[in-house]
């Protein structure tokens, strides 16, 4: 039971490139979420999914779009990269009916 | 909006000693959920301890338990016989019943001394 993994640990872009952050959960949750977290700073929600093929916006969503094709996965996508986006990105997970939310270990991506 | 504040940036305590972080929230809601989290320099976000509003009673799990005072809007966590792995940061957070965002609060970073 490996629960909440990301793809990549690690990423320097570009501004203007493009990337995707991968988000998978073994646990069966409904639910999952992408936060970042910046220096001085708590985490900040910017997308969320309820449900296999739903998305909603968060709190910080300019800038970034996300999907999620299948119930495990959660995708994470930066169209074109600026370095106002250099953060650390978490995946989390929860189910319907409990209210803590499991993290996976985090992306740390650097825009040039 | 909900807003969560840690006063204390830092903090340190001498191994096997008690140590309590501080945190106040804001909100006008009656029930709700509040959480600490733990972040080992790993950078992983690990789940230490959960209280339900609409429980009078402190949450414990182990060393570490709460202090729970609705009233002043407070939540504060002692962690009792610090060990060396104890040493993170400790983030407080807020979340509503019904709704997706966990609010944080800006951590605390605790340092054990050995």
């Known amino acids: 039971n490996a629960g909440v993994t990301q793809t990549p640990k690690f990423r320097v872009l570009k501004t203007g490139q493009s990337m995707t952050l991968l988000c998978a959960q073994d646990?069966?949750?409904?639910?999952m979420y992408w936060y970042r977290q910046d220096p001085g700073m708590g985490l900040r929600l910017i997308h969320y999914?309820?449900?296999?093929?739903?998305?909603a916006k968060g709190e910080v969503p300019d800038g970034y779009n996300v999907s999620r094709l299948k119930k495990q996965n959660f995708l994470l996508g930066l169209e074109s990269a600026a370095p106002s986006q250099t953060s650390v990105y978490f995946c989390?997970?929860?189910?319907?009916?409990?209210?803590?939310?499991?993290f996976g270990p985090g992306t740390r991506l650097t825009v040039l | 909006a909900q807003t969560v504040t840690q006063s204390q940036p830092e903090m340190s305590v001498q191994e096997a000693e008690t140590v309590t972080l501080s945190c106040t929230y804001d909100?006008?809601?009656?029930?709700?959920?509040l959480f600490w989290y733990k972040q080992p320099p790993s950078r992983q976000m690990i789940l230490v301890i959960r209280?339900?509003?609409?429980?009078?009673q402190n949450a414990t799990e182990n060393r570490f338990s709460v202090n729970f005072q609705k009233a002043a809007k407070s939540f504060s966590l002692k962690i009792s016989d610090s060990q060396l792995g104890d040493t993170a940061m400790y983030f407080c957070?807020?979340?509503?019943?019904?709704?997706?965002?966990?609010?944080f609060g800006t951590g605390t970073r605790l340092t054990v001394i050995p």
């Open positions: 989390a997970s929860s189910t319907s009916v409990r209210p803590e939310q499991f």
């Open positions: 646990m069966n949750h409904e639910y």
């Open positions: 999914s309820v449900g296999e093929g739903t998305t």
């Open positions: 909100t006008s809601e009656n029930n709700y959920y």
């Open positions: 209280q339900e509003a609409y429980k009078q």
């Open positions: 957070a807020f979340r509503k019943p019904g709704a997706n965002n966990l609010f």
